[in-house]
């Protein structure tokens, strides 16, 4: 599936060039931000001695996670559980599989009962790097391998490494909600995650500070994690198990955050609760769902500096595909805020009931579907659930892979794209994917509901 579109990622540091997708060498970025700026901060955190850890020290211990994996028999290309929420922790160890060669698995432990379970046997992992919260691996089946994320820690540096396969090879392995009951495991090659972290629009740079708010099971984690590091910004990580308004207020104060993606919702409930907690943020992109023009109007109206985005786009597509720039005019004049226009080395059209691409012309309607670097490479384990979503492009003269998305959208004379809802059953609830049939298909098998 080779990425459409060409981006030069990171071009003002390094003047590397990865919109190809090729050599997304992320951990080799990382240690080269540490060699360069070794005393810089990579994480803050209340549990940190001071209250953060410098680059050095963070690449050492990632380097030290990586080298055991590699002795405990982790090759390239293996995918490795993460079971340690959002922590310093899981932030440590999911670079460390990364710089093993790895893709991670990230399991939350505050799924719901027997969930991990499934999960961790959906992927098939034989080992799992966990935390030293309550419950971190109480859910793991038997014959999964436990390795204490502060035990790989603080084991020796090795001497080398593997070398980073390259960009389509996994980074990751995300779950979301399936129609049967099975959840999907979406698989994000390392080439998307590049592609996402080196979005020029983000402005992002070692003066930022990214808050770390999205459990690291769910796509927006990659921009917490790695358009943060990447960067050379320095990531705020909220150690709260469950975010609350006020928690998250106050760690925007605490931190002096400048940067942060979430949920539309949690943005609202924000803004409700305390709009002066948002004197630092300078760049704002709230997704998932619906972004309320009125809370928009209102944070602008009290911070009228802050870059407001609206961003769209599905785990298949790694975080974001679509954006757009809202105003304060925008947000007094819409009852809708845009989908807005593709992220750098993104495209968007819209595809007819028939499977042919829609002219984009003003007024025209049809299922959205997303081509470029920051794709997936399809659901793990599904290879019909892969064929049905990410299906040939059938544009006159182009090739590789599309997405279809499932959601509806309308072409605007600005070239943006309106949202206009599901071609299915899918639902959102608090950002998150939910497919009713897949509960349906769960509760079928419950005895005596029928």
């Known amino acids: ?33 540490a060699r360069t700026h070794p005393e810089a901060p990579a994480l803050l955190a209340g549990s940190l001695p001071g209250g953060g850890m410098r680059r050095a020290a963070f690449v050492a211990e990632a380097e030290a996670v990586a080298g055991t994996l590699v002795a405990a028999g982790v090759a390239p290309g293996d995918l490795v559980g993460v079971c340690a929420g959002r922590s310093v922790e899981a932030v440590v160890a999911m670079a460390g599989c990364v710089a093993a060669g790895a893709g991670y ?52 540096r090795p001497d080398t490494l593997p070398d980073e396969p390259g960009g389509e090879a996994p980074a990751c392995l995300l779950y979301t909600s399936g129609t049967t009951g ?73 931190h002096r955050v400048t940067a942060i993606l979430w949920y539309a919702a949690l943005h609202h409930m924000v803004i409700d609760h305390d709009v002066d907690a948002f004197e630092s943020v300078r760049l704002n992109v709230a997704g998932g769902e619906r972004m309320s023009p009125g809370h928009a109007a209102r944070l602008l109206a009290r911070w009228p500096g802050i870059e407001l985005w609206n961003s769209y786009g599905p785990t298949e597509a790694t975080v974001g595909a679509l954006r757009q720039r809202v105003t304060a005019e925008m947000a007094a004049a819409a009852d809708e805020i845009p989908l807005g226009t593709p992220y750098e080395g993104y495209e968007a059209f819209l595809r007819a009931p028939d499977g042919t691409p829609l002219p984009a012309d003003a007024g025209a309607e049809g299922e959205i579907v997303l081509a470029g670097a ?67 298909a769960a509760l079928a098998g419950v005895p005596g509901v029928a």
């Open 105 to 156: 698995v990230p399991l939350d432990p505050q799924h719901a009962a027997g969930q991990v379970g499934t999960l961790a046997r959906d992927a098939g992992i034989g080992l799992c790097l966990v935390g030293g919260g309550p419950g971190a691996a109480a859910d793991l089946p038997a014959g999964i391998a436990r390795l204490p994320i502060a035990e790989a820690r603080r084991a020796r």
């Open 1 to 33: 599936m080779a990425p459409s579109g060409r981006i030069p990622l990171f071009p003002i540091e390094t003047g590397e060039d990865w919109s190809d997708g090729a050599g997304a060498a992320l951990f080799g970025r990382l240690s080269r931000l």
């Open 374 to 440: 920051g794709l997936a490479l399809g659901y793990h384990g599904q290879p019909a659930a892969t064929a049905a979503a990410f299906v040939p492009d059938p544009r006159p003269g182009r090739s590789g892979t599309v997405y279809r998305t499932g959601d509806r959208g309308r072409q605007r004379s600005d070239a943006a794209l309106d949202f206009l809802g599901r071609a299915d059953r899918q639902a959102k609830v608090g950002g998150r994917r939910v497919e009713l049939d897949g509960i349906e």
């Open 182 to 254: 099975r959840p999907k495991g979406v698989v994000i090659p390392r080439r998307a995650v590049a592609a996402h972290a080196g979005q020029r629009w983000f402005g992002l740079g070692p003066s930022d500070r990214v808050l770390h708010l999205t459990t690291p099971a769910a796509d927006g984690a990659l921009f917490d994690m790695w358009a943060g590091l990447l960067s050379g910004a320095a990531v705020a990580v909220l150690e709260e198990a469950v975010p609350t308004p006020a928690s998250v207020a106050a760690a925007m104060r605490r």
